[in-house]
């Protein structure tokens, strides 16, 4: 078992953690301290769910901010690569780190939509939290295939996800549902748009999916098998915002039934509806 006695931090890291997500304004839920039951889930399914201990994980936290996933687990041993494509937020957890030696916690300003497996290896865990409800119905589905290429083994998704899905959008010729929304107005300039911490770097629009719908798209991309997480609980969670955890594994193959080896979620629908 991996060591769990908290660890001392300095005033100006606590201050930096409690002020998480305020930038969005007042009536945000789970922000500043609230946010500490959100860290306590993705560190729970990390110890969990991970393939090995803390300290022996290697870790991506895609669009980390200021990095308060990323430091609580290099506190607890791992190695992890914190990226965001906005480097405000991201400078004050990279001295965050250094200060408190650890060593094993770097930040890279990259875009998560142009990352590489070839630059960056591959990660035993990936954190995708807050991040895919900021990106438009072209990005979606690519940002997930390469998220299934960087990651060896779990990826964990906090994401906003839309209830109603009005609309609709298709990618290899599969439909998937979900809710467009605005990230900025048609004229604003890269400027504006890259000072807005909580939005899209660049995107006017976005695409929320439905939850069946990105149940759907990990499925297809690759992942083996789909967890939403309930508990550890998180109080004050809005209804539209949910934690998955997606494994990467080899699928199954049938000796009792094995009618159902090699056919696609449409064909089994198929078969089963005659």
Partial sequence: ??????????????????????????????????????????????????????????????????????????????????????????????????????????????????????????????????????????????????????????????????LAAPDAFEWRGAQYRGERCREHEDADPPEVRRERLLRSIDSTFAFRLSRESLFAALHRVGFTSVYECQVPFEPGKAPDRITLAACKGSPVRLSTYPWVNDRTEAEIECELGD
């Fill in 1 to 162: 078992m991996d060591d769990e006695s908290p660890r001392a931090l300095d005033a100006e890291a606590l201050a930096l953690f409690a002020r998480k997500g305020r930038e969005g304004g007042p009536g945000i839920p789970q922000a500043g301290l609230a946010n500490g039951v959100k860290v306590r889930r993705i560190m729970q399914l990390t110890r969990d769910l991970g393939p090995r201990p803390f300290g022996e994980l290697r870790i991506l936290d895609l669009g980390c901010g200021e990095g308060v996933y990323a430091i609580e687990a290099g506190l607890r041993g791992a190695e992890v690569v914190a990226v965001d494509a906005r480097s405000q937020r991201m400078d004050e957890g990279r001295a965050c780190a250094e200060r408190h030696g650890l060593a094993k916690v770097s930040f890279l300003q990259q875009d998560v939509r142009r990352l590489t497996q070839e630059r960056l290896g591959r990660f035993d865990v990936i954190y995708c939290l807050g991040l895919l409800y900021h990106l438009d119905e072209t990005e979606l589905l690519p940002v997930l295939e390469n998220v299934y290429d960087l990651c060896r083994h779990l990826l964990l998704i906090d994401t906003l996800i839309s």
